[in-house]
């Protein structure tokens, strides 16, 4: 099952065509995808919580956005690739 044509992969971004996957691919495998997305980031956070990290965690956050959006936009687009992966993998 081909869910997007080769040619505009290349041309698009990784958010891009993670959106265009969503839409396409099997809705019980996105939404399975999308559930494992948030429960590590839930996992991530009470790990955040226990060891009392959440106000660093949110600066860190702010200061990233202000300093270096390159290197925020390169672990999005890391994250958009994986779950698109893990979702067009399944879909096969």
């Known amino acids: 099952m081909q869910l997007f044509d080769d040619d ?16 396409t691919a099997n809705q019980n495998i996105v939404e399975m995808e999308l559930e494992k997305v ?10 955040l919580e226990e060891k009392g990290l959440e106000e660093e965690y949110e600066r ?16 999005k687009n890391s994250l958009f690739i994986e779950t698109v992966g893990n979702i067009v993998t399944q879909c096969e």
Do not use: G
């Open 8 to 23: 505009d992969y290349m041309m698009t971004t990784p958010k891009e065509n993670f959106f265009q996957i969503m839409r």
């Open 60 to 75: 860190l956050v702010k200061t990233m956005i202000a300093t270096d959006p390159e290197e925020l936009e390169n672990r």
């Open 38 to 47: 948030f429960e590590r980031l839930a996992v991530a956070e009470k790990i």
